[in-house]
């Protein structure tokens, strides 16, 4: 399968942001894509580095603008494309949801973020409710996705649900970056765990991953940080960990990456972990602590 990598800078023209998105899409159609993945809440700037009750009026219902703007564009390209939008589900109750368009613009499924970070500069918790779907794959037209959503992309128990509910591919639109007082060390290190962890992801279940990021600077409203410099290095791996693309850490890209969606057979017959799992002695794994 010919997956689309849309690696992209976001400025705080919303209508700019999904022109330019709609125009990386069709570049990867152009390719031979056959799914696209766009980076987690790309419609607008990363609001989340502050607490604003103002920043509500970026979300959107679904069914809405976004939904039918997408959809549009999904038909146009004949591709499966995966979006990620701050949904409104009622007045006082809002979601970070994955929603996922098949070939013919219809709207195969969604995904709403089920761990949601609360830390400086990503105050995600004050904007979002948990999702309340579950790790349930989506099924289109070019196999089942494994969508999930940035912070959901560090536990391992999300992508082995996934991966038992049939999931054949692992994918996350993300949205992370460095804070300016990091060290280059602690910057290596960080961005080191966040791809070492997915490609993890892709071993322990014999499944492609796919991890899309936003890139460049955004600056902190408050002025209470020096804001984030988001990394980039979008990547996709294989089912054993390896790279079939790393993106840079300081330009937009909209590339396409063969991924042998056959081979995951292949390597789960060789590392069969799933039949060797001892899920008799797993209960502990429901509980926050075990002492």
């Known amino acids: 399968m ?27 159609a152009q390719q031979g894509a056959e799914l696209v993945v766009l980076q987690e809440l790309h419609n607008t700037p990363y609001f989340c580095q502050v607490e604003d009750v103002n920043n509500f009026d970026l979300a959107e219902p679904i069914p809405g603008p976004s939904i039918d703007f997408y959809s549009a564009v999904a038909k146009r390209c004949g591709v499966v494309l995966v979006t990620s939008l701050f949904e409104k589900r009622a007045i006082g109750l809002y979601h970070n949801t994955a929603v996922v368009f098949d070939k013919d613009g219809s709207v195969a499924g969604k995904y709403r973020k089920m761990h949601i970070p609360d830390d400086p500069a990503y105050y995600e918790k004050f904007y979002f409710t948990p999702g309340d779907i579950g790790f349930e794959p989506i099924d289109t037209s070019v196999g089942r ?38 060290t280059q060390e602690e910057k290596k290190r960080q961005h080191g765990a966040w791809e070492t962890v997915q490609r993890g992801h892709a071993v322990a ?60 057979e292949d390597v789960r017959r060789i590392w069969p972990f799933l039949r060797d799992r001892r899920i008799e002695n797993y209960a502990g794994i429901t509980k926050r602590f075990l002492n």
């Open 205 to 264: 279940n014999g499944l492609p991953v796919v991890a899309v990021n936003r890139v460049g600077y955004e600056a902190d409203p408050s002025g209470v940080t020096g804001g984030i410099l988001f990394w980039g290095g979008s990547f996709v791996a294989g089912p054993q960990g390896e790279l079939l693309y790393k993106a840079p850490h300081d330009r937009a890209v909209a590339n396409v990456v063969d991924v042998d969606m056959k081979r995951s």
């Open 2 to 28: 010919k997956v689309g990598v849309i690696q992209e800078q976001i400025t705080s023209d919303i209508e700019a942001n999904k022109q330019l998105l709609a125009k990386r899409i069709e570049e990867c």
């Open 145 to 182: 996705l494994g969508v999930m959503v940035c912070w959901d992309q560090w536990y391992p128990e999300a992508a082995r649900l996934m991966a038992l509910s049939g999931a054949e591919i692992l994918i996350y639109p993300t949205a992370i970056g460095w804070e300016s007082s990091d």
